[in-house]
């Protein structure tokens, strides 16, 4: 069984700075938000089951999901939005299961922002957090996506909250300040992985 490693942290944090610096140093990563879109995609039985509760409107005229009213949708309904999560996180763990799997590296990373509120940290051995204060949080993703904070504030409440992420957490990053920092922070967790994998091998 593969060694997996969970990253997660909230909107904003760093988590694509510090899951490509891993990549760089040879590990493989397997990211649930791509996982998220590959059980949606045309000829994939969950986009089928969309289009037939919520509608044919559901489909884009290049017969992909309409992302955006999808999102205005189970915003504005809790019941939807747990119909939604019934359908898909099953086949979403299933497509992640699958790369980690198929990983071939010493260990691989399972990067997703949910880890903890789907229960992709029971596919874990450890669960790494990237920690930034809320104000950096919030003004990092203002500027990346150009978004209003009331906006940025409901995809934050919508997340696990930083205390609850950290209580899950058995390596934490502390993200705030240069990206170089940032990597040699990466460099030092992940020659503690490769010690891990080693120690493991050898009993």
């Not at 119909?83 to 010493?106: F, K, M, Q, Y």
């Not at 204060?133 to 934050?156: C, F, G, K, Y």
């Not at 909250?161 to 957490?169: D, F, H, K, T």
Request: net charge negative.
């Amino acid at each position: 069984m593969t060694f997996v490693v969970g990253l997660t942290g909230g909107i904003g944090s760093g988590k694509t700075a510090v899951s490509d610096h891993f990549q760089t140093l040879g590990i493989c990563v397997v990211d649930a938000d791509l996982a998220s879109r590959v059980v949606v995609e045309p000829g994939r039985p969950a986009l089928e089951k969309i289009a037939d509760h919520f509608g044919a409107e559901m489909l884009l005229p290049d017969g992909n999901m309409n992302r955006a009213l999808m999102r205005e949708k189970i915003f504005a309904s809790p019941d939807e939005k747990r119909w939604l999560e019934a359908l898909l996180h099953p086949l979403i763990r299933e497509e992640i299961v699958s790369g980690l799997e198929n990983a071939t590296s010493p260990y691989a990373l399972l990067v997703s922002p949910l880890l903890v509120e789907t229960g992709q940290n029971t596919l874990t051995r450890r669960v790494l957090v990237v920690d930034v204060p809320e104000e950096l949080q919030l003004s990092r993703t203002m500027l990346r996506d150009s978004n209003s904070a009331e906006q940025v504030h409901a995809i934050m409440a919508s997340q696990a909250s930083r205390e609850q992420r950290l209580g899950y957490a058995d390596d934490v990053i502390v993200n705030d300040s240069s990206l170089e920092a940032l990597q040699q922070k990466v460099n030092g967790l992940h020659q503690r992985y490769l010690q891990m994998v080693n120690e493991e091998g050898t009993q």
